[in-house]
Structure formats: C-alpha cells, structure tokens
C-alpha cells in the first residue's frame, strides 16, 4: 500500500488510520458466510477481485514500486465520506485539525480546487464563475463520489530490514 506523504507517520505508529477513494464496482462485504471481511471489486462477468482484507497485511511503500518500509495490518474497514472526519480519526490520519486533513484530501482528490491562505476553497465552474467556501464547512457543494472513502484501520506488524 502505497503511502507517498505518510509513510514515516505510519513506522512512528503516528497513523493509524488511511482513506482511499471508493471506485466504482467497489463494495464492502462483511458477511463471512461468503467473503471474508473486506472490499471486494466486482467483475462484469461475475467473480470479484479482493482489494482489502481485515486481517491481512500489505507492504507500507513510500512510492510506486518502492521498496518496502514495513508491514501493516487491516484491523477494520468502513465507508465514509472524508468530510465527515472526526477530531480523533484526524490524529489517526496523522493530521493535527480537520482542515490540514481536508487540505491533503483536496490536493490528491479534487485538484479543481485549491486552497487559499484563510482557509478558502476557491474552484470555477463552467470556467466562467468562482466559487469560493470556508474549508471548515467541509466542500458540501463539491461532487460527493471525491469525498467517498474506505477508512482502513490498521496496525504496524514489521518495519523493514535495512
């Protein structure tokens, strides 16, 4: 798992917590008669492709094909919209306020929009007219499917061997 900007929060046990954007086909089982706890990608012609899996653990990468910095653990998944984001998943995110979380979020998922200096989102619709919100009202106006995430919990089981 590819944590580009984050990665030394994730070995200093800082961040606890990552959000990844929901795609489309993506859904999140939880009944273990069929699935075991994950997100699972549906295939158009049946079958599914498993993305992330309580209890499994992924490679912390700095960057794309990267060597390995350590392993984590999934210890939970749920579906969330990032503007929603508590104080104390903030500090599990590694972040300390809300608007430098939703800042990062912007930056990576909804490049539209940039960031003033007081705190302003400020995006053009229709190239014509600007938009501007108070980042602490959390975007309500931007397009819902930037902002969906699943919320993976988890926990570091290995720092690499140098």
């Given at each position: ?87 104390e ?23 539209d ?12 619709q ?14 309500p ?21 140098s």
């Amino acid at each position: 798992m590819i944590f580009q900007h984050t990665w030394q929060q994730v070995l200093d046990g800082t961040k606890t917590q990552t959000r990844r954007l929901v795609k489309p086909y993506q859904t999140l089982e939880v009944d273990e008669n069929y699935y075991p706890d994950g997100v699972y990608e549906w295939k158009s012609g049946g079958g599914a492709r498993t993305v992330y899996l309580v209890g499994n653990t992924y490679a912390v990468q700095p960057g794309r094909g990267q060597r390995a910095v350590g392993r984590i653990r999934i210890t939970g998944l749920r579906r969330e919209d990032v503007r929603e984001i508590s104080d104390e998943d903030v500090k599990g995110e590694g972040f300390s306020s809300g608007d430098e979380f939703l800042k990062a979020w912007v930056s990576m998922h909804d490049k539209d929009v940039t960031i003033d200096n007081r705190n302003h989102a400020i995006w053009k619709q229709a190239k014509v007219t600007t938009y501007m919100e108070p980042l602490e009202h959390g975007l309500p106006s931007r397009p819902a499917d930037r902002y969906d995430a699943w919320v993976i919990e988890f926990e570091l089981v290995k720092e690499a061997q140098s």
